[in-house]
């Protein structure tokens, strides 16, 4: 490594002020703080710190979305042979996902590192980490199928629009993969909706609807089973599919204490609580099925996992984190039901919640001041 | 015993290099007092170099406040006046004459005087800055009625000294210094002990004072959270604070009529070869700590804690209110993706180190950053190390756009900014928390004199 670090170290100079490439200083920081972390040293308040940086938060959650990654790859190639009624071993279903996913994946962080690196640069600042969980979040929750000029889009719009005009990593008010899906949702329903999209190139004659797509048109017949849904071996967004994939995520996430357990367990309970609201009221077949069945469906564990608890979007008292988590089960659930318009409810309920958590936070420290101005009074009273 | 106040937020850090319990003398005839130590003094001269002081004979004062003078503790010489940037004083040197030569303030039993009189002691003698004051953590002003004064009798900071160790033997002394105490307020004295470690009968004999026990760790021994949990500040009130080897040195002040600034220090650190401790006066020299005891690797002194002390060179001096050296390894090296392995040996409070897997296991930590500064991203860290009913995260970011409503409904008046070191150690986003609480409360209590 004596190597590496003599060179870098004799193209430093270049970067820093007054060298010839001086204007690329932010692209040299990112890879030079990639292979080594910096030397420098704490210079004020405590003198020791943490091992944790932004980049071994990243990675840990990068690391947290990979059995969904694998299972989503798998998943692809199944549903593909499946839908043309033909059976195969796990390589080539294997390698057909490959084939579909690695390009998404790479236009996903091609374009959103491009245009991290090249606001970093004309800002002046490190390049910020946080587009390392966003660029693989928006492949996982993108179709199969889907125009790989349209993930290049939305990934675009969501940095740009979603994190950069907000003053980038650790500014943005709505989650940036969610603000990709929700940007193609909108832009392009023909592509992100229906039944044609969530099976790689699909043999016509196959239904190929989601289990939501057979809820909104009152197919609760033709729902897969439990165990099917658990497992993943559904139709779906590449790696929303396996409840049990995304839960070994969530352990890991957990485990570290780096995504919050606090906003899973609630995003889950306000999804059992209205599931069971309407299991009560029941006026159609939609209300009727069993609440767990919520929480296997669709993205909603995907986005209970990965996206709610995202630290930069959610609330971040812990009082209001559980408000937060809740609402975002609860309204997702009601969405589901209520609006046909939109089968996916996660997806408009964790941006809803989104942008109402500085508001949740707002009234949990109020609550806070009210308490410490009470103290004061009490004390002039007595 | 009575209620014990559990603490559970907080965090431990096990480091290397704890303090042998053996009391050396130290042998040194270099001191100084440095007026960066006094947060908000302006401090003005009364001393030229050259000049002739006793132990007591006041080296300089504060422009705000003229009767609060800081003495010389010890007889000698004034070597040099040492200045920084823009005329700043750092450092008063003194060498000593080992004659030993004392002013007399006169022997008194505290008992027999009144507020007044004994504060007039403390402030000639140049005892009066060992008392602070919450909010802001500056040198108590005499002309205040505090609600109530707090001594914290335990450290639990990373190898904090042992006060048990250090007030041994030196009940009358303390009693002393409580009987004093006691007469500038009209309110209680509180005594905070550890309730599984402070068993020194100098502490749990005191008589006049109120005893409170807590258990948790650090920082269960800072005061500001011990005042928190037993009788919090609020707007327009003050507490003063100060701590055991303090009380002994105001004892002995009325005991002897001497100032007597003695001061056990621990010397403490991975690097130190053998850490234990030293009897030695305020404003010692450093060098004479570290002479053939530390390691020969590239080192970082400090004056204090490894989380709120002040970095010192080996030429420097240890700060007025400090009862403690480490010596840690500096940390200015590059590490070969060391954000991606594993990092078996590396300390962290997030579980994302297999470290955390060894509970017991006694660190030897450096001083490097390990990460790149960053936008704040990771929530509900800080609430995890800080045991005050405050949202720390929310206070930071009111002190980052100087909104000073905001502070103080948000309760600035109770933190000081070693109430935030640890916050700063967990960071993520590497962010330098302690001088920004520093430059709100400095705003603060601009605004509010």
Redesign the interface.
């Known amino acids: 490594m004596k190597v590496l670090r003599d060179f870098l170290d004799k193209q430093k100079p270049h970067f820093e002020k007054g060298g010839k490439l001086h204007k690329l200083h932010s692209t040299f920081d990112a890879f030079e703080t990639f292979l080594f972390v910096p030397n420098k040293v704490a210079s004020t308040g405590a003198h020791i710190r943490d091992a944790i940086d932004m980049k071994r938060t990243m990675i840990i959650v990068v690391i947290a979305m990979i059995p969904a990654l694998i299972f989503g790859i798998w998943n692809v190639g199944y549903q593909h042979f499946l839908s043309h009624g033909m059976a195969y071993d796990f390589w080539p279903m294997f390698g057909l996902g490959l084939q579909k996913v690695i390009p998404i994946i790479i236009v996903s962080y091609v374009v959103g590192l491009g245009i991290e690196f090249a606001f970093a640069q004309s800002r002046g600042h490190e390049v910020n980490e946080g587009f390392l969980v966003s660029g693989m979040l928006i492949p996982l929750v993108m179709p199969p199928d889907v125009p790989l000029w349209m993930v290049a889009i939305a990934t675009a719009f969501a940095v740009i629009i979603g994190k950069e005009v907000f003053g980038g990593t650790g500014m943005n008010i709505l989650n940036p993969a969610l603000t990709a899906r929700a940007f193609l949702f909108f832009a392009y329903p023909g592509e992100m909706s229906g039944d044609k999209v969530w099976i790689a190139e699909k043999a016509d004659a196959y239904s190929g609807a989601t289990p939501l797509g057979h809820l909104l048109v009152d197919e609760i017949g033709k729902l897969p089973s439990d165990w099917a849904m658990f497992l993943g071996t559904i139709p779906g967004s590449i790696g929303e599919t396996s409840t049990l994939a995304i839960i070994l995520g969530a352990l890991v996430l957990i485990g570290t204490g780096i995504g919050s357990a606090r906003i899973m367990f609630s995003v889950v309970a306000g999804g059992l609580v209205m599931g069971l609201l309407f299991n009560l009221w029941g006026a159609n077949d939609y209300m009727t099925i069993p609440a767990y069945q919520h929480l296997i469906m669709g993205g909603f564990a995907f986005g209970a996992v990965y996206m709610a608890t995202d630290p930069v979007t959610a609330a971040q008292t812990t009082r209001g984190k559980y408000i937060y988590g809740f609402l975002i089960g609860f309204i997702a659930v009601l969405i589901r039901v209520f609006n046909p318009a939109y089968p996916e409810g996660m997806m408009l309920s964790i941006l809803l919640l989104n942008v109402f958590a500085p508001l949740i936070d707002h009234y949990v420290v109020q609550a806070n001041i009210k308490k410490r101005l009470k103290r004061v009074k009490v004390l002039a009273k007595a | 015993m009575s209620t014990v106040t559990k603490i559970k937020k907080g965090l431990n850090?096990n480091?290397i290099g704890e303090a042998e319990k053996i009391i050396a003398d130290l042998k040194t005839d270099h001191y100084a007092i440095k007026p960066i130590d006094f947060n908000g003094v302006f401090p003005k001269m009364l001393v030229k170099e050259g000049d002739h002081v006793k132990a007591g004979t006041p080296l300089f004062f504060d422009k705000k406040h003229e009767y609060i003078k800081f003495t010389s503790p010890v007889s000698g010489k004034v070597k040099e006046i040492k200045r920084g940037p823009k005329r700043l004083l750092l450092e008063v040197k003194i060498e000593s004459d080992n004659k030993d030569e004392k002013i007399d303030f006169g022997l008194a039993d505290p008992k027999t005087l009144d507020k007044e009189a004994i504060t007039e002691k403390l402030l000639e003698s140049g005892l009066w800055p060992m008392i602070r004051q919450r909010p802001y953590s500056v040198i108590a002003n005499p002309k205040d009625e505090p609600k109530a004064i707090f001594i914290s009798t335990f450290d639990t900071a990373?190898l904090a000294p042992d006060n048990d160790l250090i007030v041994h033997g030196n009940g009358e002394a303390f009693q002393t210094g409580i009987d004093a105490l006691s007469k500038l307020t009209s309110g209680k004295i509180h005594l905070n002990l550890d309730a599984d470690a402070t068993h020194s009968k100098v502490f749990t004999n005191s008589k006049g004072v109120q005893m409170n026990y807590f258990s948790g760790p650090h920082p269960t021994g800072n005061v500001g959270v011990q005042i928190n949990k037993i009788d919090?500040i609020?707007?327009?009130e003050t507490v003063w604070y100060l701590y055991p080897q303090d009380v002994l040195s105001i004892g002995r002040l009325f005991l002897s009529g001497h100032l007597d600034p003695t001061r056990i220090i621990a010397l403490t650190g991975s690097e130190v070869l053998r850490p234990q401790y030293y009897r030695t006066k305020i404003g010692a020299s450093l060098e004479a700590f570290t002479t053939n005891n530390v390691t020969k690797v590239k080192k970082?002194y400090?004056s204090g804690n490894?989380?709120?002390?002040k970095?010192i060179e080996l030429d420097g001096y240890v700060g007025f209110y400090h009862t403690q050296i480490?010596v840690?390894p500096?940390?200015?090296?590059?590490?070969?993706?060391?954000?991606?392995l594993p990092?078996m040996k590396?300390?962290?409070?997030?579980?994302?180190?297999p470290s955390f897997l060894f509970k017991n296991r006694k660190y030897r930590?450096?001083?490097?950053?390990?990460?790149?500064?960053?936008?704040?991203?990771?929530?509900?860290q800080y609430?995890k190390v800080f045991p005050f009913?405050?949202?720390p995260?929310?206070l930071i970011k009111a002190i980052m756009v100087e909104d000073i409503d905001l502070m103080e409904?948000?309760?600035i008046y109770e933190v000081d900014?070693e109430d935030f070191?640890?916050c700063?150690?967990?960071?993520?986003?590497?962010t330098?928390?302690?001088?920004i609480v520093r430059r709100g409360i400095d705003l603060m209590h601009k605004e509010m004199s």
């Open positions: 850090i480091l990373p919090p609020n707007k327009g970082r400090i490894v989380l709120t002390g970095k480490t840690i500096e940390g200015n090296y590059y590490e070969f993706l060391g954000w991606a990092g590396k300390f962290s409070m997030s579980k994302s180190f930590l450096d001083t490097n950053l390990h990460g790149g500064e960053r936008a704040l991203v990771m929530t509900g609430e009913d405050i949202y995260m929310q409904q948000l309760g900014e070191a640890l700063e150690v967990v960071d993520t986003s590497k330098n928390i302690q001088e």
